[in-house]
């Protein structure tokens, strides 16, 4: 089965961004498709590269990143979201008017049709949020 | 057509596992996770509801989230299933479509 | 060409104290233009979404509930309210905005948008959707 997942929430806030991570992993596991992983919301924070949390304890960008090469997956940032809270590849940088970008390679940032479009072709859709 | 209904918020911080039970159509599952775990506990404000509701109906439990919380399955309400993450995924592929109570 | 999915986006919080009411709004202005089958779920705290007379000057937030008035405009006409919620609220449709909308069907007559519907009813709605959009 296809999947879509969305993640509300920012990393280590809520359980939402931990909880995604683990049922993505179940899923793949088992053979199904993650057709996208949305971030909405401060969960756009989650694609974050300037992050250091914890060495004792999980760094859930970088799971997410080993996650994303092992199976090729497409994890895109929305960007009016990511604009809001300041989550930048180089050519928002540029576009903005910036002087520094933040954003982890593993992530793309994109517009909210990619959620939807996501909604139309998986066969389901999880929400992970508060 | 049957739906799954996830949980993830405790009872009593908000109302999402109220208003969960109160739009359950049947062939429901729901799957309390995260802090939803909670509302599997007997003997709270909110255990009637959801005795009721794995009585009528299929009520899962992950039962990661519910050790991660020190919480002891003999506490917790008959006819409850305990899943992991990859009953999860089952649940959410058997099902035909899936409502995040958040 | 593709199949059209009946999407359904669930509010169930207030407006200003977080941020879901604006950015799920948003979704549903892009997804507009995607042709699905699209519709609203306003119940719990997310009926206070649509209150008239919203005035944010004082707290220095943007007022988006006049946004709510143009979804008609981008075809989306299907605005469920549900009936308890309101209730529980002390609300009644009068406190709600006048949503409306042209039925290009029915030579453009005025519609109303909101649909107020039973607990019952709007759980039956659900159970209809390919889609569930929750914020």
Known sequence: MKFAIQINEGPYQHQAVDS????????LDKGHEIFRVFFYHDGVNTATRLAVP???????????????EQHNLDMVVCVAA????????????????????????????SGLGQLIEAGIAADRVMVFGD | MATLHTVNKSPFEKNSLATCLSHLQSGYAVLLFEDGVYG???????????????????????????KARGLDEG????????????????????????QSWL | MSEIKKFMY????????????????????????????????????????????????????????????????????????????????????????????????DDWAEKDSIKLVSREELAGLMEDQDVLLNF
Not at chain 3, 17 to 45: H, K, P
Not at chain 3, 49 to 55: H, P, R
């Open chain 2, 40 to 66: 599997a506990l007997r003997g709270t404000n909110i255990a009637g509801r959801v005795e009721d509701a794995a009585k009528s109906g299929r009520v899962y439990v992950l039962g990661e989230d519910f």
């Open chain 1, 54 to 68: 914890p060495q004792d304890d999980r760094n859930l960008t970088k799971l997410w990143a080993e996650l994303a």
């Open chain 1, 20 to 27: 995604a991570y683990q049922f993505a992993k179940a899923a």
């Open chain 1, 82 to 109: 990511a604009q809001r809270r300041g989550v930048a590849d180089e050519d928002e940088m540029k576009r903005n008017g910036k002087d520094a970008n933040n954003i982890h390679p593993a992530f793309r940032i």
């Open chain 3, 10 to 105: 669930i509010n169930r919080k207030a407006p200003y104290g977080t941020v879901y009411a604006l950015e799920s709004l948003e979704v549903v202005l892009i997804g507009a233009a995607f042709d699905q089958d699209v519709s609203l779920a306003f119940l719990d705290d997310g009926v206070f979404q649509l209150m008239k007379g919203q005035d944010t000057q004082g707290v220095g937030m943007k007022n988006f509930s006049p946004t709510y008035s143009a979804l008609g405009d981008y075809d989306v006409t299907k605005l469920y309210v549900e009936q308890e919620s309101l209730d529980e609220r002390g609300l009644t449709l009068d406190d709600l905005l006048p949503l409306k909308y042209e039925d290009e069907d």
């Open chain 2, 75 to 98: 506490k917790m309400i008959e006819g409850i299933n305990v899943v992991d993450y990859a009953g999860f995924v089952d649940l959410a592929t058997d099902c035909d479509r899936v």
